[in-house]
């Protein structure tokens, strides 16, 4: 979807790496490298995004490296980044679905980057029984696609219970924030 919208696989990457990583900064090969795009596509829409006054650059004299970062002062900086993470809820609703197909789930709670909350104690919260395999191949090709780790955490029913019950501060930090509950079979809504 963000394809169409931005016209090619390359800035979408992009986009998704700066947005997400606003704070981090990046040279051409390595950008390329973590890609898996050609140096060619990297450094043409490096240009364009720079132009846009989206990205900003800066040559390092200590290794001869020109880094790219998000330009914080762009104005339309946190509209992009919110667009980037509402369209990842879009992917979402199809990563839930997997999610059903490898496991028992009782509760599953999407937060910290997906809502916004860069924050927040976990991005993914499980509770239930699930191929842990399958699983960490669910988050790798999610992380793949946002070029972004993410921090989660599963739980069986039991333990979630008594974290509930005993008022867990982690537990609470995460139920009480800003979330999106995908699957609710505890009725926690």
Known sequence: ML?????????VSLLKLFLLNA??????????RRLGLQVNSIARELDNLEAFGLLT??????????????????????ELKNLIIRSQVL??????????????????????IFAGWDAGPVDILVVGKLNKAKFLQ???????????ELNFTI????????????TDVFLYSILEGKKIVLIDEIGLL
């Open 155 to 166: 739980m069986d029913s039991d333990e979630f219970k008594y974290r509930k019950d005993m």
């Open 57 to 78: 650059s800066k040559l390092e004299i200590a290794d001869q490296k020109k880094y790219y970062r998000a330009n914080r002062d762009f104005i339309l900086l946190g």
């Open 91 to 112: 992917y979402e609703k199809d990563f839930s679905e997997k999610m059903r197909r490898i496991g028992n789930l009782r509760l599953l709670v999407l937060s910290g």
């Open 23 to 32: 704070e981090e900064k990046f040279f051409v090969r390595e950008l390329s």
């Open 138 to 148: 669910l988050i790798s090709e999610m992380e793949k696609e946002i070029q972004k």
């Open 3 to 11: 394809q169409k919208l931005f016209g090619s696989k390359a800035r």
